[in-house]
């Protein structure tokens, strides 16, 4: 049977997480040419914060003091570092390592368990304007347009506490990551209807639709797509 040797002081995560989100637009509608058309003009706002506290991990700089020599002076305290070479209580505590959880006093767990933390957060802020309506009629219905404009901004941060960026913990170690970027979008998509109400097609159209995409981070894209739709019945 096997067990971590520091069973005493389990492995415990406290997670604070505070999130923030806020949604505004507005939308109206307008006639052209008297074909309908629709807007909408919108702003969103997205935060997360936390913070991460965590104990059951190891000192392992104390540790090293904790399982180096150690003797019992003359009052029968079992103290670090030879005779004639005490070290303090307050500069190191000594640890049985062998004796299990029965030999590990209060003040040895506390001296070799390190607590952890660390801090996290993300930012989202976009906004968009969208229309959409009719062109014009043709004989199979209205040709309709729906296009748009976005810009989001992204930020994040993973900072652990510098304890466990010094890797002298048995915890996972690790640097702070931080990182940013910015994303301007415009989208085009337009709806033919070409046939309806015919033998075996109630309705045949297309659709094509494409999204410029510009990236603070790499560049830009864009990303295209066609698509036929048939109904051959109601």
């Known amino acids: 049977f096997f067990y971590r040797r520091t069973i005493e002081v389990p492995r415990v995560t406290a997670n604070a997480n505070r999130t923030t989100h806020i949604d505004a637009a507005l939308e109206g509608e307008l006639s052209l040419r008297g074909l ?44 670090c570092g030879v005779p004639g070479a005490a070290l303090p209580l307050a500069e190191c505590v000594p640890f049985d390592v ?23 957060g993300s930012t989202v802020n976009s906004a968009t304007a ?15 347009v729906a296009a748009g404009l976005e810009k989001r901004d992204v930020s994040g ?30 989208y ?8 309806k109400s015919m033998p075996l097609i109630e309705s045949l159209s297309v659709n094509v639709a494409s999204r410029y995409s510009e990236y603070s981070s790499y560049g830009t894209s864009t990303n295209s797509k066609a698509s036929l739709m048939w109904k051959p019945i109601k």
Do not use: C
Not at 135 to 140: I, R
Not at 188 to 195: C, H, I, R, S
């Open 36 to 79: 309908p058309w629709n807007w909408t003009v919108g702003y969103n706002h997205s935060k997360v914060e936390g913070s991460v506290l965590s104990t059951g991990n190891i000192n392992l700089l104390n540790l090293k003091k904790a399982l180096g020599p150690s003797f019992k002076n003359a009052s029968g305290t079992v103290v």
């Open 98 to 120: 062998l004796g299990g959880p029965s030999a590990s006093t209060p003040a040895a767990l506390a001296y070799i368990m390190s607590q952890g933390q660390a801090t996290y």
């Open 188 to 195: 085009l998509e337009v709806q033919v209807p070409l046939l």
């Open 130 to 144: 969208d229309i959409t309506g009719e062109l014009f009629t043709l004989p199979a219905g209205a040709l309709a």
């Open 157 to 186: 941060y993973d900072r652990p506490g510098q304890f466990e960026q010094s890797g002298y913990s048995t915890d996972l170690a690790g640097n702070s990551t931080v990182g940013r970027y910015t994303v301007k979008e415009a």
